[in-house]
């Protein structure tokens, strides 16, 4: 497998897996040398972003981590989605607030890059490559959310004695702005007589300004700020594609790569959380024997957690390679992001969580880092949509797959399983297909029931989606990794066998939860009895042989007491 060559749906090529290693490096290089531990527990107790950092990191002289999001025809270096997800995991495991500025002159830049005249692209998308400029994205207000078409700001035509339009006049607040003190520019989305438009508004137009940063929970070095707009004028040439109206289109465009960064953001976060609680269980003596040796420990606060975000990667992967293959055209990705972001964010989120209970009391303290990546990595789950507007997103289009199919969507994905599990019976297909067989009964037993008339309900079944389609993608992942065709560009901290056993572990997980959770909320919402429900649950169970094997297998690679990392 390889997704060096064929474009994303944003131009793209993707950069060959030497540059994309070498860009890795330098970036390592780079913030481990400009923020250092202390520096960084500094800013994070001052609430203070820093902006050299910020600033030099997108500077083409020093770093120039913005021009592989940039496409080659506007001096950028053509990076693709699978390059922005390996670079964004970097970026977070250094810290989140940091990775989130440097990340939101890409957003900010979005609009231009898939809806912008080619005028537009060059002015502001060179200004990225070749300056270093820093965007903002000016999308969510304080009473839409993540409602953009419920906005309120304005964009008002000013025209000529002619007729011609050649300004607008804006008038609106928006609310958590990332960069939205120190941004050079800002794309704000306003309505327009023609509908929702995206606008550049450069940082000292007059009747443009920020209010004080937010003092927030966590990525406390990143700058958060709420913008004002009061009769704020920009030329006609500020509407971005010059045409009226587009502004939602352009915005749907890109959820699915967007989304996948931040889904990075959620796995590199879970991942630092994760090894520093490895370092600590080999240090820390409980009993006469390091906690690194103690069942009741790894297979609680470690192993699990190490599975999840694994599979959250091999999701991600796929859908990073899709989108590099054009596949993301028109938002056709859009449900893949959401659950990319949803599982990985929601592991991240989890491993930082059990980095601090693994640390005891020590956890709890600000020196040892993990209660500031836990402050940190929560944000992923609520910026860029929320995971309760992912649920929605998955379930609104698996539910109509299921309807289109009459109820072989799943069915069919199950049998491809089965059919892998005989060519690869180690990787866990076999498991996973029984989740998808369970996952199309549920659904169908909402059909017959009509029960996705109750939300909690449809959102729910957008959870038990995304732990199904996560244990597909991962065993099709190990076994690729085991027949040595692996993405070239993924990285290679464990090797076929270890992604095999943490592929058996995640099917089994997923497999349980759906024959579990799926029957609690079909019999808990139907409004009579007797709602159909067939499920493997026999087979399921029985499939949870071998759990405890797999999971001293995986502790033993990530404690390297075997030869399972390479």
Same mark, same amino acid.
């Given at each position: 497998?390889?997704?060096?060559?064929?474009?994303?749906?944003?131009?793209?090529?993707?950069?060959?897996?030497?540059?994309?290693?070498?860009?890795?490096?330098?970036?390592?290089?780079?913030?481990?040398?400009?923020?250092?531990?202390?520096?960084?527990?500094?800013?994070?107790?001052?609430?203070?972003?820093?902006?050299?950092?910020?600033?030099?990191?997108?500077?083409?002289?020093?770093?120039?981590?913005?021009?592989?999001?940039?496409?080659?025809?506007?001096?950028?270096?053509?990076?693709?989605?699978?390059?922005?997800?390996?670079?964004?995991?970097?970026?977070?495991?250094?810290?989140?607030?940091?990775?989130?500025?440097?990340?939101?002159?890409?957003?900010?830049?979005?609009?231009?890059?898939?809806?912008?005249?080619?005028?537009?692209?060059?002015?502001?998308?060179?200004?990225?490559?070749?300056?270093?400029?820093?965007?903002?994205?000016?999308?969510?207000?304080?009473?839409?959310?993540?409602?953009?078409?419920?906005?309120?700001?304005?964009?008002?035509?000013?025209?000529?004695?002619?007729?011609?339009?050649?300004?607008?006049?804006?008038?609106?607040?928006?609310?958590?702005?990332?960069?939205?003190?120190?941004?050079?520019?800002?794309?704000?989305?306003?309505?327009?007589?023609?509908?929702?438009?995206?606008?550049?508004?450069?940082?000292?137009?007059?009747?443009?300004?920020?209010?004080?940063?937010?003092?927030?929970?966590?990525?406390?070095?990143?700058?958060?700020?709420?913008?004002?707009?009061?009769?704020?004028?920009?030329?006609?040439?500020?509407?971005?594609?010059?045409?009226?109206?587009?502004?939602?289109?352009?915005?749907?465009?890109?959820?699915?790569?967007?989304?996948?960064?931040?889904?990075?953001?959620?796995?590199?976060?879970?991942?630092?959380?994760?090894?520093?609680?490895?370092?600590?269980?080999?240090?820390?003596?409980?009993?006469?024997?390091?906690?690194?040796?103690?069942?009741?420990?790894?297979?609680?606060?470690?192993?699990?957690?190490?599975?999840?975000?694994?599979?959250?990667?091999?999701?991600?992967?796929?859908?990073?390679?899709?989108?590099?293959?054009?596949?993301?055209?028109?938002?056709?990705?859009?449900?893949?992001?959401?659950?990319?972001?949803?599982?990985?964010?929601?592991?991240?989120?989890?491993?930082?969580?059990?980095?601090?209970?693994?640390?005891?009391?020590?956890?709890?303290?600000?020196?040892?880092?993990?209660?500031?990546?836990?402050?940190?990595?929560?944000?992923?789950?609520?910026?860029?949509?929320?995971?309760?507007?992912?649920?929605?997103?998955?379930?609104?289009?698996?539910?109509?797959?299921?309807?289109?199919?009459?109820?072989?969507?799943?069915?069919?994905?199950?049998?491809?399983?089965?059919?892998?599990? $005989?060519?690869? +019976?180690?990787?866990?297909? *076999?498991? =996973?297909?029984? &989740? !998808?067989?369970?996952?199309? /009964?549920?659904?169908? %037993?909402?059909?017959?029931?009509?029960?996705?008339?109750?939300?909690?309900?449809?959102?729910?079944?957008?959870?038990?989606?995304?732990?199904?389609?996560?244990?597909?993608?991962?065993?099709?992942?190990?076994?690729?990794?085991?027949?040595?065709?692996?993405? $070239?560009?993924? +990285?290679?901290?464990?090797? *076929?066998? =270890?992604?095999? &056993? !943490?592929?058996?572990?995640? /099917?089994?997980?997923? %497999?349980?939860?759906?024959?579990?959770?799926?029957?609690?909320?079909?019999?808990?919402?139907?409004?009579?009895?007797?709602?159909?429900?067939?499920?493997?649950?026999?087979?399921?169970?029985?499939?949870?042989?071998?759990?405890?094997?797999?999971?001293?297998?995986?502790?033993?690679?990530?404690?390297?007491?075997?030869?399972?990392?390479?």
């Amino acid at each position: 497998m390889t997704s060096d060559s064929t474009p994303h749906g944003f131009g793209g090529k993707g950069l060959d897996a030497g540059d994309l290693v070498l860009m890795l490096e330098a970036l390592e290089d780079f913030t481990a040398d400009a923020l250092t531990v202390d520096l960084q527990l500094q800013l994070d107790h001052e609430d203070t972003c820093p902006e050299d950092i910020v600033r030099a990191m997108s500077d083409p002289e020093t770093l120039g981590v913005q021009m592989v999001f940039i496409p080659e025809a506007y001096g950028g270096m053509d990076g693709g989605a699978f390059d922005s997800y390996r670079i964004c995991e970097v970026m977070a495991r250094r810290d989140i607030g940091l990775a989130t500025a440097v990340f939101a002159t890409f957003l900010g830049s979005d609009p231009i890059l898939v809806g912008g005249t080619e005028n537009q692209k060059k002015g502001w998308l060179g200004a990225i490559a070749e300056e270093g400029t820093v965007f903002a994205y000016g999308a969510t207000e304080p009473e839409a959310g993540s409602d953009l078409g419920a906005m309120t700001t304005t964009a008002r035509p000013v025209t000529d004695e002619s007729g011609v339009v050649t300004a607008y006049v804006l008038n609106g607040r928006k609310q958590w702005i990332s960069n939205g003190s120190i941004a050079d520019f800002t794309t704000i989305l306003a309505a327009t007589p023609s509908g929702p438009s995206w606008f550049v508004v450069p940082k000292d137009t007059p009747g443009f300004s920020a209010a004080p940063p937010e003092d927030k929970h966590g990525i406390r070095l990143s700058n958060t700020a709420g913008l004002f707009l009061d009769d704020v004028e920009v030329p006609a040439d500020h509407l971005v594609g010059g045409v009226e109206g587009r502004g939602l289109v352009q915005a749907q465009q890109v959820f699915g790569y967007t989304r996948l960064m931040v889904a990075a953001f959620g796995l590199g976060g879970g991942w630092e959380a994760l090894d520093r609680a490895i370092e600590y269980s080999q240090q820390r003596v409980q009993g006469g024997t390091p906690l690194s040796e103690k069942q009741g420990f790894t297979h609680k606060l470690v192993v699990p957690h190490a599975v999840r975000l694994e599979a959250a990667r091999a999701f991600m992967e796929e859908t990073a390679d899709r989108l590099d293959r054009g596949e993301g055209a028109d938002g056709a990705m859009n449900t893949e992001g959401a659950i990319a972001k949803f599982v990985a964010t929601e592991a991240g989120n989890a491993a930082a969580d059990a980095a601090i209970q693994a640390h005891g009391g020590y956890g709890y303290t600000r020196p040892y880092l993990v209660e500031k990546i836990k402050r940190d990595v929560r944000i992923t789950t609520i910026y860029e949509g929320t995971s309760e507007i992912m649920e929605m997103t998955i379930a609104r289009d698996r539910w109509q797959q299921h309807l289109k199919t009459r109820g072989q969507y799943y069915l069919d994905r199950a049998r491809a399983l089965t059919m892998l599990h $005989a060519t690869r +019976p180690d990787v866990g297909a *076999g498991i =996973a297909a029984l &989740a !998808m067989q369970a996952l199309a /009964a549920v659904l169908e %037993a909402c059909r017959v029931g009509r029960l996705t008339r109750n939300q909690h309900v449809l959102f729910r079944l957008g959870e038990l989606v995304s732990w199904a389609e996560t244990a597909e993608a991962f065993a099709r992942q190990a076994a690729a990794a085991l027949g040595g065709e692996r993405f $070239a560009k993924s +990285p290679k901290r464990f090797d *076929g066998a =270890a992604l095999a &056993a !943490m592929s058996r572990i995640y /099917a089994r997980e997923a %497999a349980q939860k759906v024959a579990l959770d799926g029957p609690r909320y079909v019999v808990g919402a139907a409004d009579v009895a007797g709602v159909p429900l067939d499920l493997p649950a026999p087979a399921i169970a029985a499939a949870q042989a071998g759990l405890l094997a797999d999971l001293d297998t995986v502790a033993d690679v990530l404690y390297d007491r075997q030869g399972g990392a390479s």
